[in-house]
């Protein structure tokens, strides 16, 4: 379900070329990391983990704290849409 460190070829990929999480949704794992607000802190983290990320860690991926300002090809967005 997911675009990880040893199967990912140190690149993004494009939506819906693994299989669905048990919600349906496609790449809510892996891939890019997504920004979002943490509620709690108060502050933007970032979560999900991403092809450059081995297996474990985004599987156990916790949301890490960042400056929305740093670019990089791991960060990005998702976007979930009814059918």
């Known amino acids: ?3 990880y460190w040893d ?3 140190k690149t993004t990929h494009d939506v819906k070329q693994k299989k669905p999480n ?3 949704l496609f790449d809510m794992t892996g891939n890019v990391e997504e920004w979002c607000w943490d509620e709690i802190e108060t502050n933007r983290v ?3 983990g991403s ?3 081995d297996k474990q860690g985004i599987l156990l ?3 890490t704290n960042g400056d929305p300002s740093i670019c990089s090809d791991s960060i990005g967005f998702r976007i979930a849409k009814n059918k």
């Open 1 to 3: 379900v997911a675009w």
């Open 7 to 9: 199967n990912a070829e």
């Open 22 to 24: 048990n919600w349906n």
């Open 51 to 53: 092809w450059y990320q």
């Open 61 to 63: 991926h916790k949301p």
């Open 46 to 48: 970032r979560c999900g």
